[in-house]
């Protein structure tokens, strides 16, 4: 579940519609009514480079049974030349679950993915992804960047990629399904109307050794909601409502503006 919170908190930005300057957004996420985890997000873009940091952590009933945060963080380069037009340079996610540190640190030195840090050791959970499975993957906060790039131009969220944390190797498609009104709701800030997604997700390598493949390897769905909270802001997720292995997971917006969301100075900066 929290790879796919953390996702969906990276999935907080668009490009800014002032070139550059951070947009800045937090949510709050659901489950079976409960919060369950608080995420803040930032993404900055210019037409040479782009970054996103995302911050996660468990709040609530779940805090309760799992403690956990983690923070995630990539920086890249536009090149028109790469398949999703944005090219990662450095990837790190650093945290803690169940009070035990959990590292990741990625570059992509020839355009491939080299891992330079991984707590705890594959060799302790999953089977390795293989080399030819890793080749053409991007990670997963660079491919959110480059849909909701997409998206601000083409008002649509056509897209899809193969993923690789380090970990893991999934494949995901999103496609547009049409236009709906959101009504008020109690858990968020958004009402209006707003583009409705479908994104679909398959994880086809490294899978945990104790895992099921078969269930582990089916398609997990979900649905996002993108609008612009403000005149002057991108077209952001103002909604999701996520399947996963436990039930659905329910994102909502709970504050958007402008500011850089530091990173904290035990990140992996391999």
Do not use: K
Not at 30 to 47: E, I, T
């Amino acid at each position: 579940m929290r790879t796919l919170i953390a996702a969906a908190a990276a999935a907080a930005l668009a490009p800014a519609a002032r070139a550059g300057e951070p947009v800045l957004a937090s949510y709050t996420a659901y489950f079976s009514g409960f919060s369950v985890a608080a995420l803040d997000a930032s993404f900055a873009l210019d037409d040479r480079r782009y970054r996103m940091v995302a911050r996660m952590r468990t709040i609530g009933i779940l805090a309760a049974f799992v403690t956990g945060e983690q923070t995630t963080e990539v920086e890249g380069t536009i090149r028109s030349g790469h398949a999703l037009g944005l090219a990662p340079a450095r990837y790190a996610m650093d945290g803690r679950w169940r009070d035990r540190p959990r590292r990741i640190a990625m570059t992509w030195p020839d355009g491939r993915p080299e891992v330079l840090a991984l707590i705890p050791a594959n060799t302790e959970e999953r089977e390795p992804v293989p080399p030819e499975l890793q080749h053409g993957t991007v990670d997963t906060l660079t491919a959110i960047a480059a849909l909701l790039r997409s998206l601000a131009a083409t008002g649509r969220c056509e897209g899809e990629a193969a993923l690789f944390d380090g970990r893991r190797r999934t494949d995901v498609v999103v496609r547009t399904e049409g236009e709906d009104t959101l009504e008020p709701h109690r858990w968020g800030v958004f009402a209006g109307p707003a583009l409705r997604c479908s994104v679909e997700g398959r994880q086809v390598a490294g899978f945990r050794t104790d895992q099921d493949r078969a269930e582990a390897g089916r398609p997990r769905s979900a649905t996002a909601w993108f609008a612009r909270p403000a005149p002057d802001l991108p077209p952001i997720p103002v909604r999701i409502e996520a399947e996963t292995g436990w039930g659905p997971v329910y994102l909502h917006l709970t504050r958007i503006g402008r500011g850089d969301l530091p990173v904290p100075t035990r990140q992996t900066r391999n």
